[in-house]
């Protein structure tokens, strides 16, 4: 992948727990983006985080950006067995580069 | 609200058969993206159109190709497959913002 790694590769939580990923990319950036993938499914847009923003939250998700080190995270509170999915960060303005994903079980 | 549509859901072939995969982006989206994804991998950019003009191009073996249609559909032909070529291709169409198909599910054999 030209984007750099995430971590961890896979997560596995209690629901209730809070769950935190990372990613880092490469090249300067106007965006980063964080989408989820349900176990060979389609990827579904979670939040946009613009390269002036620090920090953005959508319901239980926060988003954080460190343009100096080239690292996003994403921090899903209060995690549900709903969440158990790949989640994986990108960056591009018009072709996506991916991250390599975090898969995260969320146990009941 | 209508979504990225792509076709078929499921695609088993053989190897060195073809493949054409299709998709419908979302009235009004001027671009498509096609990438692929493989077991355990995170997507890769394939080709892109803008206006039915190809626009962008990654990783694509010479051995695909795609074009966009006068409709705006899009379709992803793949000759002489291998058995690396079972992945995941998804679709997405962008106006001012990113939207993902389902994806087509290849398995070569």
């Known amino acids: 992948s030209q984007q750099g790694e995430e971590d961890p590769q896979a997560l596995s939580i209690q629901e209730g727990e809070n769950a935190t990923m990372n990613c880092s990319y490469k090249?300067?950036?106007?965006?980063l983006q964080w989408y989820r993938q349900n176990s060979g499914r389609g990827l579904v847009h979670l939040i946009l985080i613009r390269s002036n923003e620090r920090e953005k939250h959508s319901g239980r998700l926060r988003v954080t950006l460190d343009t100096s080190k080239k690292s996003s995270s994403l921090l899903i509170t209060a995690s549900r067995a709903a969440d158990t999915a790949s989640y994986f960060c990108?960056?591009?303005?018009?072709?996506?580069?991916f991250g390599k994903g975090t898969k995260l079980t969320v146990n009941p | 609200a209508a979504g990225v549509i792509q076709s078929p859901r499921h695609l088993i072939k053989e190897k060195r058969e073809t493949a054409t995969l299709k998709c419908y982006p979302i009235p009004r989206h001027d671009t498509v993206y096609w990438y692929q994804q493989g077991p355990g991998q995170d997507p890769q950019f394939l080709i892109s159109f803008y206006e039915k003009m190809q626009s962008d191009k990654g990783s694509i073996p010479d051995r695909f190709s795609a074009q966009q249609f006068s409709d705006y559909h899009s379709e992803l032909n793949m000759s002489s497959l291998e058995l690396g070529d079972s992945a995941l291709y998804f679709c997405a169409s962008s106006s001012r913002g990113y939207t993902f198909g389902s994806g087509t599910r290849l398995t070569v054999v």
């Open positions: 090249t300067s950036i106007n965006n």
């Open positions: 990108a960056t591009g303005s018009e072709k996506l580069v």
